[in-house]
C-alpha cells in the first residue's frame, strides 16, 4: 500500500509539473505574441508618423541635415551627378574607377631595397 500511494504522489507531481510547465508555454507565448506586435508597431513609420507628428519631422529634418552634410562632403568625378548615384546609373562606373585606383600604404607597400 505504500508504493502504491508513493507511485500515486509521484504520479500527481509529474501532472502538477507538466500542469506547470503548461502554463509557462502559454504565458512564454503570449509574451512572444506581444512582442511581435510591438515590434511590428515600431517598424510601422506611419504609426510614428501619425502619432507623433511634430517628433516625426524633426527627425526628418534632422535627418536631411546630417545627409546634406555628408553629401556635400563627398566629392564625385568629374561629369557625375548625384541623381545617377541615387539611381544607380553610376554605381558600375564608380566601382571599375576604384578598383582601378590603388591605395597604398607606405609602411607596407613600400619597395624592398635590394642593398645586400
Known amino acids: 500500500m505504500f508504493s502504491n500511494q508513493k507511485a500515486a504522489e509521484r504520479l500527481e507531481e509529474r501532472r502538477n509539473a507538466r500542469a506547470r510547465i503548461a502554463r509557462l508555454r ?7 505574441g506581444l512582442l511581435v506586435d510591438r515590434s511590428c508597431q515600431l517598424i510601422a513609420w506611419r504609426g510614428y508618423v501619425a502619432r507623433y507628428p511634430a517628433q516625426s519631422l524633426l527627425a526628418a529634418t534632422g535627418l536631411g541635415f546630417v545627409l546634406a552634410t555628408v553629401i556635400d562632403k563627398v566629392r564625385l568625378p568629374a561629369g557625375m551627378k548625384l541623381h545617377d548615384l541615387a539611381t544607380g546609373a ?14 597604398t600604404d607606405p609602411v607596407t607597400d613600400a619597395p624592398e631595397s635590394t642593398d645586400e
Open 26 to 32: 502559454r504565458r512564454i507565448d503570449r509574451r512572444a
Open 90 to 103: 553610376a554605381w558600375a562606373g564608380m566601382w571599375r574607377n576604384l578598383r582601378k585606383t590603388r591605395v
